[in-house]
């Protein structure tokens, strides 16, 4: 019933690029007419993985091969497919079809996701020269990084996974007198309305690491001292019993 009508349209009057944050609950509409005025509607959609439609019409007869949490919703004022905690494998390309009491719509909605990084800021030793990281991982679109002092000596490094998430890396190396207490990295990114600042320290991790390897050394020192001190001992002792 429903795949037959599917053919009929072979242009889509609107097509238009939409982004959702990441969690949302999304709601697409494919046309204005009044609920009571629509006869029948179907959605093909396009994802990453799959390919699936959700039709319904007026004879209660209804379709869906998504079977992901996504449902075809009324109001008396509209009809609109709803998708429940919008996440990235719901990115793809939506395309509807609505046929109504004396005409018929079609369109195509590129849908994408805005969801935020996870970000992060440390210092580190690279050489004798101390360095300052911030770290925006996985967001969508790419987060900016700034920096409030020496902005232009910093490197910036932007990657991509295979899934459309990007992490982006900025590098900022300090001059040997300045006090890294104040400088800070503000990360800005769509998904938020504020932007976020941090300020890069030595990590816990590293600096556990770096009192694990003082205590490693303080200890094979002891022992050695410890050795030679019998070893001396025992000389004296033989030395004075050779004798
Ligand atoms: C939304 O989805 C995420 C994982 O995709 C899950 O952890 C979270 O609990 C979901 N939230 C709701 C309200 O269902
Ligand atoms: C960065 O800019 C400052 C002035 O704004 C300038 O003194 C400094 O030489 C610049 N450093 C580099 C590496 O371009
Ligand atoms: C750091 O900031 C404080 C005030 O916020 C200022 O007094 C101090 O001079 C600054 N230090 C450096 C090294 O910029």
């Not at 990007?166 to 001059?175: A, C, G, I, K, R």
């Not at 050695?224 to 030395?239: D, E, P, S, T, V």
Request: glycine share 6%; net charge neutral; proline share 4%.
């Amino acid at each position: 019933m429903c795949k037959n009508k599917a053919t009929i349209f072979a242009f889509f009057s609107v097509v238009r690029n939409a982004s959702f944050y990441l969690g949302s609950n999304v709601n697409l509409i494919c046309s204005n007419e009044l609920r009571s005025e629509v006869m029948y509607v179907l959605w093909n959609i396009d994802l990453k993985y799959k390919r699936c439609s959700i039709a319904h019409n007026n004879d209660g007869q209804s379709e869906d091969s998504c079977n992901d949490g996504k449902s075809l919703r009324y109001t008396p004022t509209a009809v609109y497919l709803h998708i429940p905690n919008f996440s990235n494998d719901d990115v793809g390309v939506y395309r509807c079809e609505t046929v109504y009491r004396g005409g018929a719509d079609a369109h195509m909605i590129n849908v994408e996701i805005t969801a935020p990084p996870s970000i992060s800021a440390w210092l580190e030793w690279k050489g004798n020269k101390m360095v300052a990281v911030c770290k925006a991982e996985r967001g969508k679109p790419a987060a900016s990084i700034s920096w409030s002092h020496l902005e232009n000596s910093s490197s910036l490094e932007t990657w991509s996974g295979s899934d459309g998430f990007f992490t982006v890396e900025s590098h900022l190396e300090l001059p040997e007198n300045m006090d890294p207490k104040n400088l800070s990295c503000t990360v800005r990114h769509p998904y938020w309305e504020e932007e976020k600042t941090l300020v890069p320290k030595f990590t816990a991790t590293r600096l556990h690491f770096t009192m694990m390897c003082i205590c490693i050394v303080v200890i094979i020192i002891a022992v050695l001292a410890g050795i030679l001190f019998f070893a001396k001992k025992k000389l004296r002792c033989c030395g004075v019993a050779g004798r």
